[in-house]
Nanobody, 124 residues
Framework: VQLQASGGGLVQAGAYLRLSCAAS????????VAWFRQGPGKERELVTA????????YFAESVKGRFTISRDDTNKSVYLQMNSLKPEDTAIYYC??????????????????WGQGTLVTVSS
């Protein structure tokens, strides 16, 4: 599966953005999908993930209550809605995927398919 992230931009603190991850390839329904981010001078962080059926999600503590993840398998897309953005959310955001698995969504090393990143900058 090939992934393409989009939707980044420059916003002020408190604003919102919606990122999209579009997949191409034979099928998408049997993949778990995650969003990672890497801020300046920081390690890559798994922000949120959604399982293949859309029934289970994971959120990092830093984004709980502000970010939501959803998927539209008909359009082979996963969305990251980011509300109440903070300057510390500034990062390059990547979407990644793995074949459906019983391993927890938060295990970052399991994601083997990656898209290019999209830059999100939140000004104070």
């Amino acid at each position: 599966v090939q992934l393409q992230a989009s939707g980044g931009g420059l916003v002020q603190a408190g604003a919102y953005l919606r990122l999209s991850c579009a997949a191409s390839g034979r099928t998408f329904v049997d993949y778990d999908v995650a969003w990672f981010r890497q801020g300046p001078g920081k390690e890559r962080e798994l922000v949120t993930a959604i399982n293949w059926g859309g029934t289970t999600t994971y959120f990092a503590e830093s984004v709980k209550g502000r970010f939501t993840i959803s998927r539209d398998d008909t359009n082979k897309s996963v969305y990251l809605q980011m509300n109440s953005l903070k300057p510390e959310d500034t990062a390059i955001y990547y979407c990644a995927a793995r074949h459906l698995s019983t391993v927890g969504l938060s295990v970052a090393s399991m994601y083997e398919y990656w898209g290019q990143g999209t830059l999100v900058t939140v000004s104070s």
